[in-house]
């Protein structure tokens, strides 16, 4: 894809813990409109805390980040619904009794009209194929259905970024594999993806481009064939059989 139109900006970040340290070190990053950014990194590295900023979960100790021309910090409330987040553990993210009511939570409490807030549950039911578990009782549910029913939540937002902490952990092949078509669709059909991982397996060929992150910095960005050979010296595992990006994800096809 062609990157032109910047979304979010980040701009000398740095997080501290309250002893000092720091887990975020100078962090500057461009994302685009409707890219499909991965962020990789080994655990501790700092990705899944630079994630939470992005929708003012964290404030940063130093520097600024910006949703268009508009600085998050300060500006909160209106950012959570421009970016959605899916957490790594869905059984965290569910609120209601029943898939619908689960999806009807957040547009509900933008106090949104009941003719809009049945639009947007109804095509959350579509895009990620849980119209026929509307009524079932959400906790019930499987482990990708559940990581469908956070997705889900998160679009009735109607949210321009999408961010996915972990999306595969804990799936087993097929779910792996419905939650990372419900995440291409959601990219073609315009949404930035921005998707943590530490396992590049499943999702590296369908990413625009790859950051690189360890002990709380950016160490590589690239696209996926530029970043190969970097992987294993950030201590990142490199996808069985990798060459080059067309290679990867056969199993998907």
């Not at 894809?1 to 970040?13: A, D, H, R, T, V």
């Not at 080994?42 to 404030?59: A, D």
């Not at 619908?100 to 109804?122: A, C, H, Q, S």
């Not at 950051?211 to 690239?222: A, D, F, H, L, S």
Request: charged residues 25%; contains cysteine.
């Amino acid at each position: 894809m062609s990157l032109k139109n910047k979304i979010i900006s980040i701009e000398n970040l740095e997080k501290k813990f309250s002893n000092g340290n720091k887990i975020l070190k100078n962090i500057n990053l461009d994302i685009y409109e409707s890219e499909f950014l991965i962020i990789a990194g080994e655990n501790g590295s700092g990705k899944t805390v630079l994630m939470k900023h992005l929708n003012g979960l964290f404030k940063p100790t130093s520097g600024r980040i910006f949703f268009k021309d508009l600085e998050i910090t300060g500006n909160e409330k209106f950012f959570r619904q421009k970016i959605g987040l899916v957490f790594q553990y869905s059984d965290a993210q569910i609120v209601g009794q029943t898939v619908i009511d689960d999806i009807k939570f957040g547009p509900e409490n933008l106090g949104l009209p009941d003719d809009e807030i049945e639009k947007r549950v109804k095509s959350a039911l579509l895009h990620t194929g849980l119209k026929n578990l509307a009524s079932n009782t959400a906790l019930t549910l499987s482990g990708g259905e559940k990581k469908r029913l956070g997705i889900a939540g998160v679009l009735a937002m109607d949210p321009d970024v999408i961010i996915f902490d972990e999306p595969f952990a804990g799936l087993d092949l097929h779910g792996v594999k419905t939650v990372l078509s419900t995440i291409i669709n959601l990219n073609k059909k315009g949404h930035t993806i921005i998707l943590i991982t530490h396992d590049l397996e499943k999702c590296m060929a369908h990413a625009d481009r790859i950051v690189i992150m360890k002990k709380g910095e950016i160490t590589k960005t690239g696209t996926p064939d530029s970043i190969l050979d970097h992987l294993e010296s950030n201590n990142i595992k490199k996808p069985f059989g990798t060459k080059r990006k067309a290679e990867t994800m056969t199993w998907m096809k």
